[in-house]
């Protein structure tokens, strides 16, 4: 019974494809979110979502799209992948806007060889 | 821009003995302070957590400190025990949005 869930856990693709990580969680959080993680292990918040509406984007490629079929999906879709782009990304979700305390999934390691 | 920074990359202490880890921050706005831990090929666990309105905050064998003035936290964890080896993030968060920004963690080894 997870709770917060990705897929895949690991992705390795060549440069200038495009892919997606898809996000799910079933504990009827409102708020979800993308993070990365670097080589540096720095978790930086790229995205959040409330209620399927966009409320955080950080200053982030527009290669990234973010999308929100429902409250419980956030997908992250990556267009023309760069070697930079290379990192555990971590989707996370809350109860609601302005809730401290965030939910993680078990990451998506993205290899862009 | 690193706002909320952890300096030590790795931490080892002797199981049943005091493990200390420190955070500073330098954005004054950040009024929640978290910590998680994290183990490997897993996502971040919550563990603790203190308001800006408070000082201390005690949850079993954690026990998180703030202390404002000096823009630094610490997370206190007695008796330490072999399964707390793991890393641990500092976050912090302010407004609305929780825009939560991280440490880049601190990496505890507990020996027996």
């Known amino acids: 019974d997870t709770a917060v869930s990705q897929t895949p856990k690991y992705l390795v693709t060549q440069m200038g494809n495009d892919k997606s990580i898809k996000c799910e969680q079933n504990?009827?959080?409102?708020?979800m979110y993308w993070y990365k993680q670097d080589s540096k292990k720095f978790l930086k918040i790229m995205f959040s979502?409330?209620?399927?509406?966009?409320?955080i984007n950080e200053t982030v490629p527009n290669r990234f799209s973010p999308k929100s079929p429902d409250k419980a999906h956030l997908n992250l879709h990556i267009n023309s992948l760069e070697l930079g782009d290379s990192a555990v990304y971590f989707c996370?979700?809350?109860?609601?806007?302005?809730?401290?305390?965030?939910?993680f999934g078990p990451g998506t390691r993205l290899t862009v060889l | 821009d690193q706002q909320v920074k952890q300096n030590s990359p790795s931490l080892s202490v002797q199981e049943g003995r005091i493990s200390i880890l420190n955070c500073d921050y330098t954005?004054?706005?950040?009024?929640?302070f978290l910590w998680y831990k994290k183990y490997p090929a897993e996502g971040p666990t919550f563990l603790i957590s203190?308001?800006?309105?408070?000082d201390k905050n005690e949850d079993g064998r954690f026990t998180v400190f703030l202390n404002k003035s000096a823009k630094h936290l610490s997370l206190h964890i007695v008796p330490s025990q072999p399964g707390d080896s793991a890393v641990y993030f500092c976050?912090?968060?302010?407004?609305?949005?929780?825009?939560?920004?991280f440490g880049a963690g601190t990496r505890l080894t507990v020996k027996p």
């Open positions: 996370a979700s809350s109860p609601r806007q302005g809730a401290n305390e965030q939910f």
């Open positions: 976050a912090a968060s302010s407004g609305y949005n929780n825009d939560m920004r």
């Open positions: 504990l009827g959080h409102d708020t």
């Open positions: 203190i308001s800006s309105i408070k």
């Open positions: 954005n004054s706005m950040f009024d929640y």
């Open positions: 979502y409330n209620n399927k509406e966009l409320i």
